[in-house]
């Protein structure tokens, strides 16, 4: 989970725009966050632990001058929340210089790490650093040893890379985490994450950049290298759908915001009840509650309001306030619940933690019922490629029935989405989906060391 960005904008400003462009990716990672600016020789950049607002003013923005820039926002899922792992990393080549931006886990690190050369030292613990090294040490062209990379490393990376004066961008062979390509109209491309980042700066959205695909953007132009292999159908992370991605992103020419409406209406066919409104979760349930609404003919309502600032603290509620949990993100609006029969739509139960919490919140606000309805289907099996999911053990569903589950959730009923419901609503065919956590079955599987 991270948020990736590059900029090559001749004759403007490229930190800035990157700054523009990471604030709509937020939303992937809120632990750190940083932004690399070439000028046409030296690259200069700032990073540090927390949201991008807190991290950059104004007085910083103007000393990262220069038209091309990589930026990133991180959650880790390797390594330590520490700043020697925020990204980008800076690496010295033979080449010369360059900033290194990646989102996705890698299956093999060890393996990989394995075939540098014993005086590579490690600063960071994370597996970005290890692809980076894999391209300082190869020999040829930047295009050729990002070719060696996408044939060596496994699992999910997709990158943003800037020299001193090209941009690069690659994502693995299976196409795991999204990476969007878009265009400038005063000239120049930007290289995001999601398309969501894209309108936010005055780009448009030309294409999703290929799973095994490499770009080198220069003064040339922009050229194009894709290094294929059957064995390695595309896999898009279904969870981007299901829950990480911003609604108004889109994937494959279908925009987020529809998938999950159709997995709402779905949700309705398949789990009918009798009951008053439909409310769902805030944020990220809501384009589903708004399906399920319309399908089931039952009123939409608000029924919790999230608050928009609490995002991460650091700072620790105490003991009383830690139970309470969830209160501290929601509101419950006791006008909407009052006596009705609610069917509450959220997008996935993954620990179990939020859930029983929510149920009682509703229910404290005065709901007479509490319909939970799951626009997904059980979490079983964890995330080897970049979501922070949970363990085995950790996983409600990979350890309790449906029935259990309702039972700890103390709801009236429970429904979950089925996965022939689910992959219907992203319009993508099952085989070009990564649904490791839903099957048990991954594109890449982790050396045996780290499956937990
Ligand atoms: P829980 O079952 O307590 O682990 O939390 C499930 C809730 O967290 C759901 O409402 C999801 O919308 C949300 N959620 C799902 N996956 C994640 C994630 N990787 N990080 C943070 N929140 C998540």
């Known amino acids: 989970m991270c948020g990736v960005v590059g900029i090559y904008a001749p ?32 690259i200069r950049s700032h990073k540090a632990m927390g949201l991008l607002g807190a991290i950059f003013d104004e007085a910083i923005l103007s000393e990262l001058s220069g038209p091309i820039a990589v930026g990133h926002t991180r959650y880790s899922t390797s ?29 093999n690190t060890q393996t990989l790490r394995e075939t540098l050369s014993p005086q590579v030292v490690l600063q960071a613990s994370s597996d ?20 060696h990379v996408l044939e ?30 878009g265009a400038l109209d005063e000239g120049g491309y930007v290289v995001a994450s999601e398309s969501c980042a894209l309108g936010t700066i005055g780009a448009r959205f030309v294409r999703e950049i290929e799973p095994g695909e490499i770009l080198r953007i220069g003064e040339h132009g922009i050229e194009s290298r894709r290094v294929i292999d059957d064995d390695k159908p595309p896999a898009l992370c279904m969870f981007e759908y299901i829950y990480f991605a ?73 003991q009383q306030m830690r139970s309470r949990g969830v209160q501290l993100k929601f509101n419950p609006l006791v006008e909407n619940l009052r006596d009705q029969r609610v069917v509450v739509v959220d997008d996935s139960i993954v620990r179990g933690t939020t859930t029983p919490r929510i149920v009682s919140l509703l229910r404290e606000a005065g709901a007479r019922e509490v319909h939970l309805r799951i626009s997904a289907p059980p979490i079983t099996h964890p995330c080897y490629l970049g979501v922070d999911m949970a363990t085995y053990d950790e996983l409600i569903a990979a350890n309790k029935s449906v029935e259990e589950i309702r039972a700890h959730t103390r709801a009236d009923s429970l429904g979950y989405l089925s996965l022939a419901a689910l992959i219907a609503a992203t319009s993508r065919r099952r085989e070009e989906m990564c649904l490791g956590c839903l099957t048990g079955t991954y594109p890449s599987k982790p050396e045996a060391a780290t499956v937990k």
């Open 246 to 318: 911003r609604p108004d992103s889109q994937f494959a020419g279908r925009s987020v915001y529809m998938a999950r409406y159709a997995m709402g209406q779905a949700l309705a066919r398949e789990h009918p009840v009798e009951a008053d409104v439909v409310m769902a979760v805030p944020d990220s349930a809501v384009p589903a509650g708004i399906g399920y609404a319309a399908q089931s003919g039952l009123p939409y309502v608000e029924g919790l309001i999230k608050n928009r600032y609490i995002g991460r603290t650091f700072i620790s509620p105490d």
């Open 152 to 181: 060596v490393a496994r699992g999910a990376y997709s990158v943003v890379l800037c020299t001193g004066d090209e941009l690069y961008a690659f994502r693995d062979p299976w196409g795991v985490r999204p990476l969007a390509l």
């Open 11 to 42: 004759g403007r400003d490229a930190a800035r725009l990157a700054f523009f462009a990471l604030y709509a990716l937020q939303h992937r990672g809120q632990e750190s966050a940083g932004i690399a600016a070439a000028d046409g020789g030296a």
């Open 79 to 107: 390594g330590s929340s520490i700043v020697v792992n925020a990204q980008p990393l800076l690496e010295r080549s033979e080449l010369g210089d360059f900033a290194f931006a990646h989102n996705g886990n890698l299956t």
């Open 128 to 147: 970005s650093e290890v692809l980076a090294k894999m391209l300082v040490e190869r020999s040829g062209s930047l295009v050729e040893r990002t070719a």
